[in-house]
């Protein structure tokens, strides 16, 4: 079966780092997605990983391990508005999306 | 400006009632989507379009139905078959090349009473 595991829930302390970490299993493997959703929002695009190792884009980065069904999503200089659920998602060979639960991140002063 | 649009943000009906979701979009994209979120729960995906008068199941279609009559519009209608309606409701569109980035509305809230 197809299955994205992610934690449920983070907390880290503004202008800390956190890394947040996503495994996956699913049918073929067209890419990994990472996407950031505040409370009653839509989810937002972060990142998209097919090859492996680390894209950094600005204070966010992610990093994907194909061999080890494995990314993960950095945060550096954590603001308090980076508090929201980061959404891991996987592409598989339908190229549709297979989603985890959502990392809940709670960010504190 | 380009985006999606969902009507209503909040929606209540009573049990046993039909209702439609609405979704457009103008970003000229081939693909289209929705998806229930529970609370606790990934983001489940219930029926989605490639192209205009074609659609496809997700892992939930159950009690709900689509039409994609034009490109822009995707409306969803949640029937009285579906046995726990209550959830947040996201549409989504994207390309069709390989690196199909979904762009999402800002979601419908609906409560059966």
């Known amino acids: 079966g197809q299955n994205i595991d992610q934690p449920t829930e983070m907390t880290a302390t503004e202008g800390a780092i956190v890394q947040i970490n996503c495994t996956y299993q699913?049918?073929?493997?067209?890419?990994l997605f990472w996407y950031q959703q505040h409370a009653g929002e839509a989810p937002t695009f972060l990142s998209y990983?097919?090859l492996d190792g680390l894209e950094e884009k600005g204070r966010f980065s992610s990093f994907l391990s194909r061999s080890k069904g494995y990314s993960y999503l950095l945060l550096k200089e954590l603001q308090m508005k980076d508090s929201a659920s980061y959404l891991c998602a996987g592409l598989d060979s339908n190229y549709q999306l297979i989603w985890g639960a959502g990392t809940k991140l709670i960010i504190k002063p | 400006d380009g985006g999606i649009t969902q009507s209503p943000k909040y929606l209540f009906r009573k049990e046993g009632q039909n209702v439609t979701l609405s979704c457009e979009q103008n970003?000229?994209?081939?693909?289209m989507y929705w998806y229930r979120q529970d609370p606790g729960q990934g983001l489940r995906l219930i029926y989605y379009?490639?192209?205009?008068?074609?659609?496809q199941k997700g892992d939930i279609a159950e009690g709900y139905s689509v039409s994609r009559e034009k490109k822009e519009s995707f409306p969803l209608t949640v029937t009285s078959a579906q046995k726990n309606p209550t959830a947040f409701y996201l549409c989504?569109?994207?390309?069709?090349?390989?690196?199909?980035?979904?762009?999402f509305g800002p979601g419908t809230r609906l409560t059966v009473l």
């Open positions: 989504a569109s994207s390309g069709l090349a390989d690196y199909n980035e979904q762009f």
């Open positions: 699913t049918s073929g493997f067209n890419g």
């Open positions: 970003l000229n994209h081939d693909a």
């Open positions: 379009s490639q192209i205009v008068n074609d659609f």
């Open positions: 990983n097919v």
